[in-house]
Nanobody, 127 residues
Framework: QLQLVESGGGLVQPGGSLRLSCVIS????????IGWFRQAPGREREGVLC????????ISADSVKDRFTIYRDNAKNTVDLQMMSLEPEDTAVYYC????????????????????WGQGTQVTVSS
């Protein structure tokens, strides 16, 4: 059974940075596409960034393009989300998710296509 654990959330001022980490255990990271999603209070969950199996395609939501970056370390079984120039609108619970399906090396920002989920980590952007 694949397990995902997020960490690194917290309170940050507008314009600040945070780095979230997702540690995957129970299998080899190479076999999975990984997505980062977020859900703000009263809003639907939305895709942020995803990376294909083995570190292939990277897809970014327009709202975070040029501010957020995804890093995948297959040797350490971790996928990090580096967030810069944070805005209050980025406040949400952030989740990492994994799935072995789809064309190898590809990913999509569609939460219903991911089977395994972490418990989430809260990110609050406020002065």
């Amino acid at each position: 059974q694949l397990q995902l654990v997020e960490s690194g959330g917290g309170l940050v001022q507008p314009g600040g940075s945070l780095r979230l980490s997702c540690v995957i255990s129970g299998s080899t990271l190479d076999y999975y596409r990984i997505g980062w999603f977020r859900q703000a209070p009263g809003r639907e969950r939305e895709g942020v960034l995803c990376i294909g199996h083995g570190g292939g395609t990277i897809i970014s939501a327009d709202s975070v393009k040029d501010r957020f970056t995804i890093y995948r370390d297959n040797a350490k079984n971790t996928v990090d989300l580096q967030m810069m120039s944070l805005e209050p609108e980025d406040t949400a619970v952030y989740y990492c998710a994994a799935d072995s399906g789809g064309p190898f090396g590809q990913c999509i920002l569609a939460d219903w296509t991911y089977e395994y989920w972490g418990q989430g980590t809260q990110v609050t952007v406020s002065s």
